[in-house]
């Protein structure tokens, strides 16, 4: 503990940063509205959520980032304290966050502060987090890193149990070629029957009538048949997961740009109808744009031409 959080007291070490943000909404407090957009703060919230330690701190993420980075020369993290590196984090992964880190910065801290086991995961998340809230595809040009959108990206409100719930195991989670490690070889146990007791005669063995109806989990072929048909059966139900995960992934960058395309033409539309009327509100230009909409949408098709043959 540095001598910045012995001097905090008690009453103010407990309202860690993890803490004081159980979902987006708590960004905003009763006297300030936080100024990040709501896809700002799924970002924000999901990298505390990822670098917290178990305490709820950025303390671990503090101390590596110093032993990685305190004596590299023009640096970010170069020179500065732990106590530096509170206040400097606290400006973009916290509750009092104005902007989330840029994506170089993000890179770093998440090779550092997160397990390894953990990073492609998390990485991976934040990339697709990232490219959302700047409106981008990918979140540099040439991408080819982890890539894979959370399920609660479209909800209006995130919470950390969501984001939790969100992670995968790691041991499961898809690599960067987007492929899951395959099941292993299913090895049936055989029975072996108990041998005789120390010191007394073997048990007698009572002959089965050849009619006897054998039941499968005594017959350690039928078992092993029943176990490699289980194995297979799920391991086809996690390709289809796969393809589908793929697909929808697919589906949202689309949806993401047409999105984005819709507001560049939109903001184009509402720039020209204001050179054209100098002297329209807002209001009057969105409901000029609506109209032209409706016109076009409510448009009867083209009657067809009559034959002339």
């Known amino acids: 503990m540095s001598r910045h959080e012995a001097r905090r007291g008690p009453r103010i070490r407990g309202r860690t940063a993890l803490g004081q943000v159980p979902s987006t909404d708590a960004f905003d407090t009763a006297t300030k509205k936080s100024p990040l957009t709501l896809d700002e703060r799924k970002l924000v919230l999901f990298l505390l959520v990822a670098l917290a330690d178990e305490r709820g701190t950025l303390t671990r993420t503090r101390q590596r980032l110093v032993e990685a980075f305190g004596d590299r020369d ?3 993290c170069a020179g500065k304290t732990e106590d530096a590196l509170l206040h400097l984090l606290a400006k ?5 966050a104005t902007t989330p880190p840029p994506w170089e910065r993000i890179v770093e801290i998440v090779g550092v502060a997160v397990p390894p086991a953990r990073q492609d995961v998390v990485l991976g998340q934040a990339a697709a987090l990232f490219a959302r809230s700047v409106g981008w595809e990918r979140p540099t ?11 609660w990206i479209e909800e209006p409100v995130v919470t950390i149990e969501m984001i939790v719930d969100g992670w995968a195991d790691p041991a499961a989670a898809p690599g960067r070629d987007g492929r899951r490690p395959e099941p292993g070889p299913v090895v049936p146990v055989r029975r072996v029957p ?3 007791a120390e010191g007394g005669s073997p048990r007698p063995v009572v002959p089965r009538s050849p009619r006897a ?3 499968p989990i005594d017959d350690p072929v039928a078992l092993r048949e029943v176990m490699l048909a289980v194995a297979g059966a799920a391991h086809r139900l996690d390709g289809q997961v796969e393809t589908l995960r793929v697909s929808l992934n697919a589906h ?18 509402e720039q020209l109808l204001r050179e054209k009327y100098p002297g329209a509100t807002t209001d009057t230009i ?3 744009i609506a109209e032209q909409l409706r016109t076009i949408i409510t448009a009867d098709p083209p009657e067809s031409r009559p034959s002339l043959g």
């Open 213 to 215: 109806a054998v039941h």
């Open 92 to 96: 973009s992964v916290g509750r009092s």
């Open 252 to 269: 949202q960058l689309a949806n993401w740009k047409l999105r984005s395309e819709n507001q560049r033409q939109r903001s184009l539309l």
């Open 74 to 76: 023009r640096h970010w």
């Open 286 to 288: 969105r409901q000029l």
């Open 194 to 196: 108990p041998g005789p």
């Open 141 to 151: 040009p040439g991408y080819d890193g982890p890539f894979s959108v959370p399920e």
